[in-house]
Each structure stands twice: as structure tokens, then as C-alpha cells.
């Protein structure tokens, strides 16, 4: 098979959109990407970013996304309608929804925009951490699909085993990148910001129902710092700071090997125990 002839990866095929009648566009489940109900929801918000990217009318790179799911996804087609509501000299703020059978199933703002070179600083600093060849590869557990695409490297807060007990706090820091790698780019940035299995599952040492209600990513990093991390790892630290009546908040952080903040993320999760 020549290289003109080979599937796409899996991600790319999975964040496939393509027009249909009324400025749609339509995509299709993966069952790679699967979870424990519906798809994983880091790759429906990257399926988000790829519809505005697609976009005539689009202007600049993605700066944030609130993506809020609103009902599960099920298994099969779905389309897309991405519609700029106002356009700045510099910015330009999106309307986002994902429907089945009439019915809406998630629904996203956007703002995307033109970066200047400006003064800049990163006050957060990268956790110190071994290197990703120096922390052995620890997955999720087989049933959950999606993360089988993703080779994880937990230098903390792997997935506990069921009935672990109690962890006294809620944070997972790990390398992690595409398998099969692919070159990073904002809808795999976009997904990996949702690659941390709920925070509860640690704290508790036990796996409970959790599912994610909405999620925000806001891009600090531009197409060329993208373009330089080229296929290798991510760095990602995620924790929460208050569980309660049924919701807890997720805040993580995404960095390049060199150092660069690429990301932070959001999350308000819900929770049965």
C-alpha cells in the first residue's frame, strides 16, 4: 500500500466532517473512539474546533471552547452547524451545535482569532517530572475504547485499581500522545485536554458513574508552537478542587517536552456514589 493509498489515522478519520444540504456538515461515531456512553468527549469537542475550522468564513486560530453536552451521542451519523454570530478586526465569536434526528445533543460556543506579538510571560510553571522514555506506558482499563488510542505514560494518579481506598488528593500528571502518534494540532490538542478519567475515580479509589457536563479549553499556544511539538509527547496535570453535592471541577494543564503551556482546561463533571 502506498503512502497516497493508507487510511487515515484514526483520529483524523474520526473528526471527519463533510457538507451536506443547509451549510451542515455531517460525521459519523467512531467506534474506536467509544466510551462507557456515547463517544469520548474529547474527541466530540475536537470534532467542534474541526467544523469552524472548516468554515469559509473563518477567521484566525481557536483561542477558547465551551463545549456543553448536552444529551448522549449515539452510535452512528451526526451533523454539525457552525455559525460565526459576530466578527471583530481580531476576533470572531462561533455558535456551535451537534444534532441527531432533530434532536440537540451538544452544544459550543467558540471565539477564534489573529494573534500579535506582544509581550508575554508564563507565570505557571511545568511540574518537574522524568522524562517520558523514563515513566513506563499505564492505560485505562480495556473497556474504555477511546483510550486505546493514546499512549499514556502516568508519572502520578494512574487509574486506581477498583476498591483501591481513599487517595488523599485528586491530581494525575502524565505524558501522553496520539497511538499511532500524529503531529499535534488543535482538534488533538482540543481532545487530549479531556484525556484525564474522572477525578472521583482517584479520590475514592473506586470507579462510580461520572460523566462530563461542560468543558472549556482555552489555546495558549498558536499553529507554529503546535507544528513544533511535531509527534512527541504532551504534558498533562489535572486535578479538582471541591467534590460536592454530585459535581466537582476539573482544572488541567497541558505543556510541551520544551516547556510551553499549550492549553488549560475546565470541567464541571457530574457524579453518582
Request: proline content about 8%; overall charge negative; hydrophobic content about 40%.
Amino acid at each position: 500500500m502506498t503512502e497516497i493509498d493508507a487510511p487515515p489515522h484514526p483520529f483524523t478519520a474520526a473528526v471527519a466532517l463533510t457538507p451536506v444540504a443547509g451549510g451542515r456538515l455531517r460525521g459519523r461515531t467512531r467506534p474506536e473512539y467509544a466510551n462507557m456512553v456515547g463517544p469520548f468527549g474529547g474527541v466530540t469537542a475536537a470534532t467542534l474546533v474541526r467544523a469552524v475550522q472548516q468554515h469559509p468564513d473563518r477567521l484566525g486560530e481557536p483561542l477558547s471552547l465551551t463545549v456543553n453536552y448536552a444529551g448522549p451521542v449515539a452510535d452512528g451519523d451526526f451533523d454539525v452547524t457552525a455559525r460565526p454570530v459576530r466578527t471583530n478586526r481580531t476576533n470572531q465569536h462561533w455558535m456551535i451545535e451537534l444534532t441527531q434526528d432533530g434532536a440537540v445533543a451538544t452544544t459550543a460556543t467558540a471565539v477564534f482569532g489573529l494573534r500579535r506579538d506582544t509581550w508575554s510571560d508564563t507565570e505557571l510553571a511545568m511540574p518537574s517530572v522524568p522524562p517520558p522514555d523514563a515513566v513506563a506506558v499505564h492505560g485505562f482499563p480495556d473497556f474504555i475504547a477511546w483510550a486505546r488510542n493514546y499512549e499514556m505514560r502516568f508519572v502520578t494518579g494512574a487509574v486506581p485499581e477498583q476498591d483501591a481506598g481513599e487517595h488523599p488528593d485528586s491530581t494525575s500528571t502524565l505524558w501522553v500522545r496520539d497511538a499511532p502518534a500524529r503531529p499535534l494540532d488543535f482538534p488533538a490538542l482540543t481532545a487530549m485536554c479531556d484525556v484525564f478519567y474522572p477525578r472521583v475515580f482517584l479520590r475514592q479509589g473506586r470507579y462510580v458513574a461520572a460523566g462530563t457536563v461542560s468543558l472549556t479549553v482555552y489555546f495558549h499556544a498558536d499553529a507554529a508552537e503546535l507544528e513544533a511539538c511535531g509527534e512527541d509527547h504532551v504534558l498533562g496535570t489535572a486535578r479538582t478542587h471541591r467534590f460536592s453535592r454530585g459535581y466537582f471541577d476539573q482544572t488541567a494543564h497541558l505543556w510541551s517536552r520544551g516547556g510551553t503551556l499549550l492549553a488549560t482546561a475546565h470541567q464541571s463533571v457530574y457524579f453518582k456514589d
